[in-house]
């Protein structure tokens, strides 16, 4: 019996590269080589301003992004690297692009540092002092040390905050 090519399922493997969109392909390819040739001709006059510099490196970046997916196949059998080198573009510089490109896409992490410094609260109080505890009992051996300690905390505090007021 003699399977059909529509009765037969092909498993695509991760190396096997996928179908090529070529007028997809084509059409990304002609944006990329035009943003290029605007880009390189920008850095060569001072004509542009850094605001149009910038613009148009976002928007290579999101086609050279769109085409690196197209390209990019595991191990050794993509075509991203001959591409860029047919184009004469620095495979470092599209990188960096598609990548800004990417993080521009992806929202900022919720645990990034602020302007705003959070007011310390009890919990925060309670995790000092237990972080503190193990080194102070090891040095204040005697109810003379923890007064004399417990004093010296208590007279820094308040000279600080005088000298906070003034």
């Known amino acids: 019996m003699i399977n059909s090519a529509e009765n037969s399922s092909i498993a695509l493997s991760d190396s096997m590269p996928l179908p090529i969109d070529i007028e997809l392909e084509s059409k990304i390819d002609g944006e990329i080589a035009s943003l290029w040739s605007a880009h390189a001709a920008s850095m060569a006059t001072t004509q542009r301003t850094k605001l149009e510099l ?26 991203w690297a001959g591409y860029l080198r047919s184009h004469k573009l620095p495979r470092a ?5 598609v990548d800004q490109h990417h993080a521009s896409m992806t929202p900022p992490a919720e645990n990034c540092l602020t302007d705003a410094i959070p007011e310390p609260t009890l919990a925060d109080v309670h995790r000092l002092v237990g972080k503190l505890l193990p080194t102070l009992r090891r040095i204040l051996t005697t109810e003379e040390l923890v007064a004399e300690f417990i004093h010296r905390v208590v007279q820094q505090l308040a000279d600080r905050n005088q000298h906070a007021c003034r």
């Not at 086609?63 to 997916?69: Q, T, V, Y």
């Open 93 to 97: 510089t599209a990188d960096r692009y």
């Open 54 to 79: 910038v613009e148009l490196r976002r928007q290579l970046g999101e086609r050279l992004s769109e085409m690196k997916r197209l390209l990019v196949c595991t191990g050794r059998g993509g075509r």
